[in-house]
C-alpha cells in the first residue's frame, strides 16, 4: 500500500510569493496534519483536519491555511512568504478510528530567497 | 507549557556498542508518546507508541520504556545502519487536535 505522498518535493520560492503544497494520505485514513520542520529542529505542528474540519491548530500565523477534500487530501498554503519559512514541511495521516499511529510523508522541501 | 526535552542531543557508538536515548516531557495529561527516526532529508519513520507508564514494547535492537516523567530508547548491539536521528514526540489530552510535540532529536552515529 501506498504511503503518505506529499508534492512537489522540492521548491524555490521568492519573499513574498505565495506557495501551496500537496499531500495524499494512506488509503483509508480521514485525518492530515502539517508539521513545519526547519533543520536542526524537531517538527512543529501547524494543523489538523479530519473529515474535512480543522481539528486543530499550532502556533502558526495567519498565513498559513489549510484545507481537506471529499477525498480526504489535503493542501497547505503559505502566503507573503518570508525567509523564516524555509523549512521540511510534513504532512502526516491518522486512522483515528482503528488506533493512534501517525504516519509521515517524506516532506516538500520550501527554500525562500 | 507542554515541553519535550532530548538527550544527548548527538551520541556516537562503536558497533555493539549498547546506550540508551532519553526523552523527558512535562505534559498536563499525556495520550502517547511516539518515538520516530529520521534519516537525512526524509519524513520521520514510526517506530513506536507507548500509553501508559511501565510499557515496553521492542522491534529487532530497540527497545522503549516509559515512566512518568520520561521515555527511553534501548539499542542493543547496533550496526551502522541504525545511524539517524531519533525523534521523541509526546501527545497531551486538551483540546480536540491530536497533534505531537516533538523534542529536538538525538542524532545518532555507530561507527563500523
Known amino acids: 500500500d501506498a504511503g503518505v505522498t506529499q508534492s512537489p518535493t522540492h521548491l524555490i520560492k521568492t519573499r513574498g510569493q505565495q506557495v501551496t503544497l500537496r499531500c495524499s494520505p494512506i488509503?483509508?485514513?480521514?485525518?492530515v496534519s502539517w508539521y513545519q520542520q526547519v533543520l536542526g529542529q524537531g517538527p512543529q505542528f501547524i494543523f489538523q483536519y479530519y473529515e474535512k474540519e480543522e481539528r486543530g491548530r499550532g502556533n502558526f500565523p495567519d498565513r498559513f491555511s489549510a484545507r481537506q477534500f471529499p477525498n480526504y487530501s489535503s493542501e497547505l498554503n503559505v502566503n507573503a512568504l518570508l525567509l523564516g519559512d524555509s523549512a521540511l514541511y510534513l504532512c502526516?495521516?491518522?486512522?483515528?478510528?482503528?488506533?493512534?499511529?501517525?504516519?509521515f510523508g517524506e516532506g516538500s522541501w520550501l527554500t525562500v530567497v | 507549557e507542554d515541553q519535550v526535552t532530548q538527550s544527548p542531543e548527538a551520541l556516537r557508538l562503536q558497533e555493539g556498542e549498547s546506550s540508551s536515548l532519553n526523552c523527558s516531557y512535562t505534559?498536563?495529561?499525556?495520550?502517547?508518546l511516539f518515538w520516530y527516526r529520521q534519516d537525512p532529508g526524509k519524513g520521520p519513520e514510526f517506530l513506536f507508541t507507548?500509553?501508559?507508564a511501565g510499557e515496553e514494547k521492542e522491534k529487532e535492537r530497540l527497545k522503549a520504556t516509559l515512566t512518568k516523567k520520561e521515555s527511553f530508547l534501548h539499542i542493543t548491539a547496533p550496526k551502522p545502519e541504525d545511524s539517524a536521528t531519533y525523534l521523541c514526540?509526546?501527545?497531551?489530552?486538551?483540546?480536540?487536535?491530536?497533534?505531537?510535540?516533538f523534542g529536538k532529536g538525538t542524532h545518532l552515529i555507530i561507527q563500523p
Open positions: 507507548l500509553y501508559s
Open positions: 505534559v498536563s495529561g499525556l495520550r502517547g
Open positions: 488509503s483509508g485514513h480521514k485525518s
Open positions: 502526516a495521516s491518522t486512522d483515528l478510528s482503528s488506533g493512534n499511529t501517525i504516519y
Open positions: 514526540a509526546v501527545q497531551f489530552s486538551g483540546g480536540g487536535a491530536d497533534g505531537l510535540t
